[in-house]
């Protein structure tokens, strides 16, 4: 079984180790940065820092966002084990590579890290 991601854009299904060409918005780019205060998008980690610091005043709180494993979707690393209990409790992650099921997305992503990916 294949893992597969959702495209919101263009509404699609796509096999998540294949390179997504989004109908509405041309290839896949490398995924932005969101601003947790306001709508600006930054290529780096590191650019969000700097901008929450100067234009929002913020020092101390800096959010990470994690991505889901089930959904894609960007939840704060704090979040993440509420958001897996709330929205995908009863999911599984199939591995692309071999015939493995797992329902926990640590020991999915660690089993594809250190059985697949060297």
Known sequence: LNRRKFCKPCNEFYQAHKKHIC?????????????????????SRNNM???LRRV????????????????????????LSSHYLEFHKNEKLSCQYCDRIFTNPTKFKSHVDNSHKK
């Not at 109908?23 to 290529?43: A, M």
């Open 56 to 79: 929002h005043k913020i020092i101390e709180k800096v959010v990470i966002l994690r991505e889901c494993a089930y959904c894609a979707e960007k939840v704060p690393t704090m979040s």
């Open 23 to 43: 109908s509405n918005q041309g290839p896949l780019q490398k995924k932005k940065v969101p601003c947790g205060e306001c709508d600006h998008l930054f290529n």
């Open 49 to 51: 820092i700097v901008h």
